[in-house]
T-cell receptor
């Protein structure tokens, strides 16, 4: 069952601005991951943060995790038109029991 | 291969017919996962495999859905007696280890008429 909720559901910003998306979840987790989905394609892994980590960076991406609030945020800095996509957070409980996804944020970068 | 390959890209079936989807995971990846995406959001986990063994099938509607991952063959997901609500995009993913990032294929779009 879905336990993650992304917010906002849709976000439209100008190229060059920063984009922030939030994700909440309900149960305890092992890892939290962020994925990107371009229209008509599969998910592409962006970044993984473990439950004992608070912040992680990868290029223009910054992810935070607050396990006390059961929430995470994804920041994309200096956005580009190519960042236009849907972004999903996903949690796992360890093992190979599959990921639990949020509903996604649709990000549009206006040139 | 270096990508998860799913076939076919599109599959159209009449209600009540059988549908079979295939997935070739990345070579060397021992874990395979199937997900269902309805209406461009809401991914639902269906089943996972460790090699040819089912690891977790808690998401599978067992009455009509079945899946296999046999040695030296693509993995498959089969839906018997399809219903309109089975219309969705079905994604396969694979990983080397269970807690590592999953690599997704581009999905099979199943349309039930």
């Amino acid at each position: 069952s879905q336990q993650g909720e992304e917010d906002p559901q849709a976000l439209s910003i100008q190229e060059g601005e920063n984009a922030t998306m939030n994700c909440s979840y309900k149960t305890s987790i092992n890892n939290l991951q962020w994925y990107r989905q371009n229209s008509g394609r599969g998910l592409v892994h962006l970044i993984l943060i473990r439950s004992n980590e608070r912040e992680k960076h990868s290029g223009r991406l910054r992810v935070t995790l607050d396990t006390s609030k059961k929430s995470s945020s994804l920041l994309i800095t200096a956005s580009r038109a190519a960042d236009t996509a849907s972004y999903f957070c996903a949690t796992d409980r360890g093992g190979a029991d599959g990921l639990t996804f949020g509903k996604g944020t649709h990000l549009i970068i206006q040139p | 291969g270096e990508e998860v390959a799913q076939t076919p890209k599109h599959l159209v079936r009449g209600e009540g017919q059988k549908a079979k989807l295939y997935c070739a995971p990345i070579k060397g990846h021992s874990y395979v996962f199937w997900y269902q995406q309805v209406l461009k959001n809401e991914f639902k986990f269906l089943i996972s495999f460790q090699n040819e063994n089912v690891f977790d099938e808690t998401g599978m509607p067992k009455e009509r859905f079945s899946a296999k991952c046999l040695p030296n063959s693509p993995c498959s997901l089969e839906i018997q007696a399809t219903k309109l609500e089975d219309s969705a995009v079905y994604f396969c993913a694979s990983s080397q280890q269970p807690n590592q990032p999953q690599h997704f294929g581009d999905g099979t779009r199943l349309s039930i008429l």
